[in-house]
């Protein structure tokens, strides 16, 4: 009659026991997050002390792809993203077939990319890897918009590298020099 209870206890008893010695499995995600937050954080100083005075830091992020969409180089590309602000500028536009005049003002913005090289980093593969992410990403973009058939037109720029860092720059790169001069990245042909 106590049988059943007394393996059920006893069960009970040994999972305890084997749950208590076994050794505790932590996260290692967060040991981590120090390490990565103070290279961004130095990334970020290093670039706002190379910038000319209209420009500024305005975000950086952390663990970012510069393919996030092409699963092949969406980990090969993964590292520091470092965006900027630059000076304002005015455009005058008008409608086709009116007089009228109207002004915009838009902001020369840039985002550099500060990916940790890799073994075996070369041109060659870099402009293996740069035809295939342009390739997918222009047939996403043509799906996205099937009104204005044809690629997009690329706006980003592999700089070059050193020993730490591949420096890409996406959108008005005017002053990518200029930081790869402070991190000593060599311009790349």
């Known amino acids: 009659m106590f049988e059943p209870f007394i393996r ?4 009970t008893s040994l999972l ?4 208590l010695s076994m ?3 932590e996260h290692t995600w967060h040991k981590n997050e120090p390490a990565a937050q103070t290279t961004i954080e130095q990334l970020k100083s290093t670039v706002q002390s190379a910038l000319p005075s209209p420009w500024n830091v305005i975000g950086e992020r952390i663990d970012q792809s510069f393919w996030p969409t092409v699963d092949t180089l ?3 590309y ?3 993203a470092i965006e900027l602000a630059g000076p304002s500028f005015t455009i005058e536009t008008a409608v086709k077939g009116q007089t009228s005049r109207q002004s915009v003002t838009r902001t020369k913005t840039a985002v550099l ?3 940790p090289v890799w073994s075996g980093i070369t041109r060659g593969q870099l402009t293996k890897d740069w035809d295939e992410g342009e390739r997918v990403t222009a047939g996403d973009f043509a799906l996205r918009n099937v009104s204005r058939p044809g690629p997009r037109p690329s706006e980003s720029t592999i700089y070059g590298w050193n020993k730490q860092y591949l420096l890409i720059c996406k959108h008005d790169c005017e002053i990518v020099e200029r930081v ?3 991190f000593k990245i060599s311009k790349r042909q």
């Open 78 to 80: 993964k590292g520091y």
């Open 113 to 115: 990319y500060f990916i």
């Open 180 to 182: 790869a001069r402070k």
């Open 74 to 76: 969406r980990d090969r």
């Open 23 to 25: 050794p505790v499995i």
């Open 16 to 19: 305890i026991t084997s749950l």
């Open 8 to 11: 059920i206890a006893l069960i």
